[in-house]
């Protein structure tokens, strides 16, 4: 999934490491440098210094190409106001802001804004908000393990056995063609199976993100 974030402040930075480490591309603007520099070195995603509701600064960090945009700057203006163009004038599908004046959230509610308030809400709860494509929880486990089920599309040259290795789950079945068959753990994966495993939250977005081009995490 690529994703714009607006505001490069703890909350903001935090979020963009956090999605990037889970497989998303992502992009942070704000006007201050020192913001954008203290990232440091780990962060893989791409950086722009401007005002952030400049039209220039957010056609170059790809705001016709983004799933998603996330203001959370401590300015209410720059929230709303980044948030209806990244609506109006560039039809980005999910937008989502930072409420910092309770006051003004009936503003963000009359726009049609989705928001949230990062004194209630943790940034694993933001990044629930956000759509996920292919997939299905068929059961949640406990507080930490989910039976889910997504589609296979991209072509992967990887057996059951690695994948369970290397994500930290339990493949239970595959199903291709409305048939549903057990694994062995040398079966390769392929584009088009559909997958049933049990995995832990933590590790659910990192796999699917490897397996499903589609997916919105």
């Known amino acids: 999934m690529y994703i714009i974030i607006i ?3 703890r909350f903001g930075s935090n979020l963009a490491e956090g999605l990037s480490d889970d497989g998303n591309n992502v992009c942070i ?3 201050n440098g020192d913001k954008l520099n203290a990232l440091g070195s780990g962060f893989n995603g791409q950086r722009i210094k401007g005002i952030e509701y400049d039209s220039d600064n957010l056609l170059e960090a790809g705001i016709e190409q983004a799933d998603a ?3 959370v700057t401590s300015d209410d203006n720059i929230n709303i106001t980044v948030s209806l163009i ?3 004038i560039f039809n980005v599908p999910k937008i989502i802001a930072r ?13 049609g804004i ?7 809400y943790e940034i694993e709860i933001l990044k629930s908000k956000l759509p996920l494509k292919c997939l299905d929880v068929i059961a949640t486990l406990d507080s ?3 039976i889910i089920e997504f589609l296979v599309n991209k072509e992967k040259s990887i057996s059951v056995g690695d994948i369970e290795a290397k994500y930290h789950c339990i493949i239970s079945g595959l199903m291709n063609n409305g048939v549903v068959r057990l694994t062995k753990k040398n079966e390769q994966i392929h584009s088009g199976d559909k997958i049933i495993c049990t995995v832990h939250k933590n590790d659910k977005g990192k796999l699917i993100n490897y397996l499903c081009k589609e997916i919105f995490l």
């Open 7 to 9: 505001g490069c402040g």
């Open 114 to 120: 989705d928001t949230i308030n990062p004194i209630r």
């Open 99 to 111: 409420v910092n004046d309770p006051e003004k959230n009936l503003f963000y509610n009359k726009l």
């Open 69 to 71: 945009l996330i203001a």
């Open 29 to 31: 603007i704000d006007r």
């Open 144 to 146: 930490n393990y989910e």
């Open 86 to 88: 990244a609506d109006k």
